[in-house]
């Protein structure tokens, strides 16, 4: 059974830089099959896809981000990863990541990691 | 951006009565769109995908409809489990380009 987990710092501060690793487990991220994708989601609020991205290092950003967002695949280690720059209080949130099936649906999720944004 | 709409943002119904939860997106997106279901704390699971069809263990009371811009998810007998948020989430882009709605909250009466 497919598992995802996130982990990193939970506390990040204004202007620095969010870093975040999502680990697989129980299959293989170079699926040719797979994306993988980063959503958030801020406290008591909705859902935001952040990007995704194939084990080649293929990527997709939503554009409302794309210029504080770089995401990349380490193979050997069966985890990606994201970076979100200059980040702001507004950058609080739930931060999820899940396989994307055939570039269309996200399933499965990891259980989500709270990155707080606060000096 | 396309654009998804859900209605109503709270809806609430009794156990064991039907639930129609609606999302209506800003331009056509063909039958590309999924349904997830997130109770508090927890990560959303995917419900249904291709507008109709239920995700991998999903109960057969939950069904999904619709096409181009205006779509339902259906429960059609409350369980106590079923209380939870409900989103909508569109892909019909090219590059992708996904988006949520902004949720119905589904209580109990």
């Known amino acids: 059974q497919l598992q995802l987990q996130e982990s990193g710092p939970g506390l990040v501060k204004p202007s620095e830089t969010l870093s975040l690793t999502c680990t697989v487990s129980g299959g293989s ?16 609020k909705g859902l935001e896809w952040i990007g995704s991205i194939y084990y080649s290092g293929s990527t997709y950003y939503n554009p ?12 050997s280690k069966n985890q990606f990863s994201l970076k979100l ?4 209080a507004a950058d609080t949130a739930v931060y999820y990541c899940a396989r994307l099936q ?18 | 951006e396309i654009v998804m709409t859900q209605s109503p943002a709270t809806l609430s ?14 331009q056509s997106v063909s039958s590309n769109l999924a ?47 079923d209380f939870a948020v409900y989103y909508c989430q569109q892909y ?10 902004q949720g119905t909250k589904l209580e109990i009466k």
């Open chain 1, 85 to 88: 720059s200059s980040v702001t």
């Open chain 1, 29 to 44: 991220i170079s699926s040719s099959s797979y994306y993988w994708g980063w959503i958030r989601q801020p406290p008591g």
């Open chain 1, 64 to 75: 409302s981000l794309k210029s504080r967002v770089t995401i990349s695949v380490d193979t």
């Open chain 2, 92 to 101: 019909n882009n090219w590059p992708p380009e996904y988006t949520f709605g």
């Open chain 2, 13 to 26: 119904v009794s156990p064991g009565e039907r639930a129609t939860l609606s999302c209506r997106a800003s």
């Open chain 2, 35 to 81: 349904w997830y279901q997130q109770k508090p704390g927890q990560a959303p699971r995917l419900l249904i995908y291709g507008a109709s069809t239920r995700a991998t263990g999903i109960p057969a009371r939950f069904s999904g409809s619709g096409s181009g811009t205006e779509f339902t998810l259906t429960i059609s007998s409350l369980q106590s489990e």
């Open chain 1, 102 to 119: 055939r570039l269309n649906w996200f399933d499965p999720w990891g259980q989500g990691t709270l990155v707080t944004v606060s000096s």
